[in-house]
């Protein structure tokens, strides 16, 4: 079965300090790829996604998601944070157009000054 | 353009009582689905719809659970009746076409006591 892995479920960094929250996806398809941020009291928000073509995605807020596909990973980067990117990220799958989307258990960021 | 609107954005029921919740998508998003996360737990999918007709169901967690879309524009999730184990959040999300990525809405805190 499919299966998307967040493997830290909670991430504390310093502001301006760089930070990456790492994804493991396991499918033997291809998949289209997508990072979601839930920032308090608020919806899920679209950061970035892969569907084909170039393996780096550049997002919203500076962040930006390399995808590797020998490595079944699609992990999340910013050179440097600020408090506001305090949130909860998800990684998600979805295996072909439209069907549903799988996600990670979600990982908390927590930026401090 | 609006976007994806849920609500309530609260609801406290009690055990056994009836629940329902609304989601209006996008105007002119013909993909309409249901997530719920449960506390502690990974974002699932639930249903989808495409205009009005039941995409995937395969989500649906028992037949506790009615989702309808009349007239292909907004929905209703129904649960009735409620268990403990409902309670967690539920997310509506939309999306013009497939493998787009979706506009999620802020979802509908369920609080069942």
């Known amino acids: 079965a499919q299966s998307v892995t967040q493997l830290d479920s909670q991430v504390p960094v310093f502001e301006e300090a760089p930070v990456e929250l790492r994804c493991n996806y396991s499918?033997?398809?291809?998949?289209?790829l997508f990072w979601y941020v839930q920032y308090p009291n608020q919806g899920l928000q679209l950061l970035l996604k892969?569907?084909?073509?170039?393996?780096l995605v550049k997002g919203i807020n500076g962040f930006e998601a390399e995808f590797n596909k020998s490595q079944t990973s699609f992990h999340l980067r910013k050179p440097s944070v600020h408090i506001s990117d305090t949130a909860e990220y998800f990684c998600?799958?979805?295996?072909?157009?439209?069907?549903?989307?799988?996600f990670g258990k979600g990982t908390t960021l927590s930026v401090s000054s | 353009e609006a976007g994806v609107t849920q609500f309530p954005s609260h609801s406290v029921i009690e055990k056994g009582q009836t629940v329902t919740l609304r989601c209006d998508p996008i105007?002119?998003?013909?993909?309409l689905y249901w997530y719920r996360r449960v506390m502690g737990k990974e974002i699932k999918f639930l249903l989808h719809?495409?205009?009005?007709?039941?995409?995937?169901e395969s989500g649906m967690p028992n037949n506790r659970f009615l989702a309808e879309r009349t007239g292909g524009t907004y929905s209703t999730l129904k649960v009735q009746p409620a268990e403990l184990e409902d309670s967690g959040v539920y997310f509506c999300?939309?999306?013009?076409?497939?493998?787009?990525?979706?506009?999620f809405g802020s979802g509908t805190r369920l609080t069942v006591v």
């Open positions: 719809f495409v205009k009005e007709s039941k995409q995937d």
């Open positions: 499918s033997s398809v291809s998949v289209y």
């Open positions: 999300a939309s999306s013009p076409t497939t493998g787009a990525g979706y506009t």
């Open positions: 892969y569907l084909s073509g170039s393996t």
């Open positions: 998600a799958v979805e295996l072909s157009a439209g069907t549903a989307l799988i």
């Open positions: 105007s002119g998003h013909d993909n």
